[in-house]
């Protein structure tokens, strides 16, 4: 089945430094990746749609110029948290979107805890 | 703006029982309902994908359906195990975005 991974799986940073987060997929090219934030005991919550060779989607609230997205290959797709705050300590996991055949069908990583202190 | 509520939040049940688990949407304008599982501090697994154009999937012990009409996914699980303690969480899809519920969160008691 279809593969994806992220890297790190956990990071802590110190505040105001930036952290970068990669998800990749393994076994198949996804030209669509998207970018959830989960809170303890939430549901996910869609960020953006990252689609390669061209400028990532972001839903309404998400600071673009905080969260830079690039999807510089089929297989990759980095989420880079700047000027990083505790506010921001969550559990961020990606997704991959298949395309060809059907149904298309989001495959997701295992997902980055991120601790800001 | 599309809605999915799962209620409740959590179920405590004993082994070898079948249960429901229910997922309610607001907007019936969906290309289709997955329902996943997450085990605590862990991604998602894709359990089971219903189509809008079908009323339910089967994959083992479990048995997912769609109404939406009424705008609920219900997912059936069959002698329940230990082994299935997790959170199940139901999302809607619509051009390519996915919705998702809170979760409800199982524990299945030896």
């Known amino acids: 089945g279809a593969v994806v991974s992220q890297h790190p799986s956990w990071v802590i940073c110190k505040s105001g430094t930036s952290v970068k987060i990669e998800c990749r997929s393994l076994?198949?090219?996804?030209?669509?990746m998207f970018w959830y934030r989960q809170f303890p005991k939430q549901s996910l919550m869609l960020m953006a749609t990252?689609?390669?060779?061209?400028?990532?989607?972001?839903e309404q609230g998400v600071e673009k110029d905080k969260f830079l997205i690039n999807h510089a290959s089929l297989t990759l797709s980095t989420l880079t948290v700047t000027s990083a705050h505790p506010e921001d300590s969550s559990f961020y996991i990606c997704?991959?979107?298949?395309?060809?055949?059907?149904?298309?069908?989001?495959?997701f990583g295992p997902g980055t805890r991120l601790t800001v202190t | 703006k599309q809605e999915v509520t799962q209620i409740p939040a959590a179920l405590s049940v004993p082994e070898g029982e079948n249960l429901v688990l229910n997922c309610s949407f607001t907007?019936?304008?969906?290309?289709?309902l997955q329902w996943f599982r997450q085990d605590p501090g862990k991604g998602l697994t894709s359990l089971l994908l219903?189509?809008?154009?079908?009323r339910e999937q089967t994959s083992g012990r479990l048995n997912a359906s769609l109404d939406k009409s009424s705008g609920r996914s219900t997912l059936y699980i069959a002698a329940s195990q230990p082994g299935d303690s997790a959170t199940y969480l139901c999302?809607?899809?619509?051009?390519?975005?996915?919705?998702f519920g809170k979760g409800i969160t199982l524990s299945v008691r030896p």
């Open positions: 907007d019936s304008a969906i290309y289709n």
């Open positions: 076994d198949f090219q996804a030209t669509t």
């Open positions: 999302a809607t899809g619509a051009n390519s975005k996915l919705t």
């Open positions: 997704s991959a979107l298949t395309s060809g055949g059907a149904p298309s069908e989001q495959y």
């Open positions: 219903i189509q809008s154009s079908q």
């Open positions: 990252s689609n390669e060779g061209s400028k990532a989607t972001y």
